[in-house]
């Protein structure tokens, strides 16, 4: 008999005043509205190192949710995801007051030039020492494309060609420009870097062309912690290729198996050991020292959520305009192209715009558990054991609470039964993820950029 | 009579092993190798802001040194601003620490769109509570152009036209795009943000087509404090529409007092106030609480520059390859071109490598003063009195220790005669700059794209 998995737990959140629940930042003790301030970030760094968290994953959208009747003022009027700062900016900061924690930011690999993109996760490697994570993002809102100068976004397929290229480059910039032992640093011999093991990439591809050196000299990890969300089939090629964890988003057990099991299958098809990918599952959980306690608190929660803020996320996820339905009309007019990916992920499709934002306000897309800390704690392990998921990706309904109760109501809780960790593992983010080494495996598709001593690619 | 002028001091610094000073990375006090590390900025800032400096200004360059030898290899041999890091995610975990230091970045018109980079600007001033700067450039280094995949440089003249459009774009996401009180975050109402009052830019350009709204609500200045560096005529006058502080360097002050003379009658002609900037000379200083001390030091230092590191940053500075050159040959066979810059700043043009190496080894484009406090302090105040500039910006000869000194030597002395701070002013960082609020003055260009509470362009 071996022993039960440890279960991982990863905050998400995002520097805006709604993430994924709407209109609980009304809530008196939400902090939704402090996202601008780096206390809010250095605060939450500092609750979750101390719930012992893998890290913090920070999304990100670069535009906003306008298909809701058209326009982006539901969006505004309920915080959805717009103001929205940048990501990547909070990190530092919460590096500075944190030891262990990890650190995830989202990054489109369509808004920025892959040269310069790698010198910004390079840089963030080096001032976390070894701590941070990319979620490899393809796809992105109309709305952002239009702003920077596209027509229409780029076709679903050719994103990810380009995508792949764009990865290409980032290896070679990461793991192949700079040997290990470039930097001497060496005052005797007057030599910060040794020129003979710093090489040019000389990428010349289909939709870059980089011909330089990488402008970093080795972070602890080199190439992020890779994550990636596609759900889509070229998605999950595209994960089985790269990603070193992903999140998943189901509502029932059922549906989460199959798609953990397919990803695993993926794995193996693409070279790879099927754990190589830690799978993170979407859940949300209030919960209170008693269960009456709990359901109050879930009550008063609910009590908030707001339904236009709902309908706007819900829309921008399925491309569809939910502004024009009842609350109890079966969404049946929906063209099916908009809607596979809903089913997809909830199974039948049939539901009313009232399932969107009651049913689902809390969990957007994955359970929501609710009880005393034995009762979550059940819900949690048996998710996990039935799914094949190797942890949770935490949502917050009132930010900060859901982070703080979590910490300390429910983590306790899964350490007495053995299933969370109870000190940090030593290393990198990668290390303490895999526990062999902060750099990626020789069997991942970025090993053959590496460059060996002897100067050429092994 | 006035009261003499107060002086301003900013660090100048840079994500590098090497900024300006080649060779004294090497000095046993040298912290320049944990450019890397989050504590090497945190205890930076803590020693400028004890010092009551404006503000730490980061350098920044995509590309490398190859001019000299035709390749990077003498660069990476002194870590000649390469490996060079991003130097926007080092003023988070600064501001983290400090409380009224300003904290400038460098970034280019040409590496970022502005749709993109309007955010990650408004996100650093949200961060600091107002007080981040911006270091607009235009041009950078032919080696970065190559590697976002540009076959060559946009001419001079027409990077200057595309600046022109890119700030025309971020004026209108700073200013215009959200009014004052567009954020209303009341529970109450339900309302995060009124969508009467955040407007679509719609521009529509020749350059650039931006139609949606800013992603971040209004930060502390909206605009960052904007600086500018360059030196040409149209770079000039692309300051004097712009800029609020500008860089100057000029080894001698009768050439410096003419081009201050010159800006401010620049900005007379744009129809701003003269003294709208304010004038930043590079300067380098090393002290020491007695003259024999700081002349025995500055030896010490002076032992440690490294030639090959110093022709590496004046080979690219002039875009002239230095290496094929003697120590002691005169530069007649430098094309005049070549040298326009360089004849602008130092007069004659009658230089050997050997000038370069060991008369600017120290003050790059700048002076450089050595002696006990007082002395170094009479050179700063007749230099300020002499030229008309408002402040120095100071280079590091040998980095941490040159800031160290200045905070701990001079920076008391300059006190003792009142020509410095005692005490912080209230405010962001344009409020401490200039004393009447944080957002840019009606008579700036910027200020035509605000929308005003009717809803219209004023």
């Known amino acids: 008999m071996t022993a039960p998995r440890q279960i991982r737990v990863n905050a998400f959140d995002m520097n805006c005043p709604t993430h994924l629940v709407a209109g609980t930042w009304r809530d008196p003790e939400s902090r939704a509205s402090e996202y601008k301030d780096l206390a809010y970030w250095t605060d939450l760094a500092r609750t979750c190192e101390r719930g012992l968290m893998d890290g913090i994953f920070i999304a990100d959208v670069l535009g906003v949710y306008d298909v809701f009747g058209g326009s982006p003022d539901g969006a505004l ?10 990501p990547a900016l909070v990190v530092p900061a919460m590096a500075a007051v ?78 192949g420009s700079w040997e290990d032992d470039a930097v001497v640093a ?42 990636q969300a596609g759900q889509s089939n070229r998605g999950k090629r595209f994960a089985a290729e790269h990603a070193e964890a992903v999140f998943m988003g189901a509502p029932r057990p059922e549906i989460l198996r199959a798609n953990v099991d397919d990803l ?26 008693s269960a009456a306690e709990a359901e109050e608190k879930r009550e008063r929660y609910r009590a908030l959520i707001d339904p236009e803020g709902t309908l706007v996320l819900w829309s ?15 969404l049946r007019h929906v063209p099916n192209e ?11 499709g049939r539901w009313t715009v009232r399932d969107f934002v009651e049913g689902l306000g809390f969990g957007a897309d994955g359970p929501s558990a609710t009880g005393d800390p034995a009762a979550v704690a059940d819900q949690i392990e048996d998710w996990i054991d039935t799914t094949g998921a190797d942890g949770i990706n935490l949502n917050h309904v009132v930010t900060q609470q859901s982070y703080v109760d979590f910490v300390d109501l429910v983590v306790p809780e899964l350490q007495r039964r053995g299933r969370y960790r109870t000190t940090y593992e030593e290393g990198t983010l990668r290390d303490k ?26």
Chains 1, 2 share one sequence.
């Open 264 to 289: 695993r299958g993926r794995l193996v098809d693409a070279g790879r050991d099927p754990h190589d990918i830690r799978v993170f599952s979407s859940f949300s959980v209030v919960v209170a020292p």
């Open 316 to 330: 921008g996820w399925l491309g569809y305009d939910l502004e024009p339905y009842d609350l109890d009309e079966p």
């Open 433 to 458: 993820f895999f526990g062999r080494g902060s750099r990626l495996p020789d069997t991942h598709r970025a090993a053959r950029h590496r460059r060996h001593p002897a100067g050429a690619p092994a």
């Open 98 to 175: 944190t030891e262990h924690l990890g650190f995830g930011i989202t990054a489109s690999t369509s808004f920025e030039h892959p040269y310069t993109f790698a010198r910004r996760m390079s840089t963030l490697d080096h001032l976390t020492k070894g701590r941070v994570g990319w979620n490899i993002v393809t796809s992105y809102l109309e709305s952002g494309a239009r702003n920077i100068g596209l027509d229409a976004q780029v076709r679903h397929d050719n994103r990810y060609d380009i995508a792949d290229e764009y990865m290409e480059v980032l290896y070679k910039l990461w793991e």
């Open 186 to 227: 060496d005052p005797a011999r007057n030599l910060y870097a040794d020129p003979e093991k710093v090489h040019p990439i000389e990428h010349d591809g289909t939709y870059f062309k980089v011909p330089g050196i990488h402008l970093s000299e080795p972070s602890p990890q080199r190439t992020p912690l890779l994550y």
């Open 338 to 348: 908009a809607m596979q990916s809903t089913n997809e992920i909830f199974g039948d």
């Open 77 to 86: 009027r309920g915080g959805a995801q717009v103001p929205v700062n940048d």
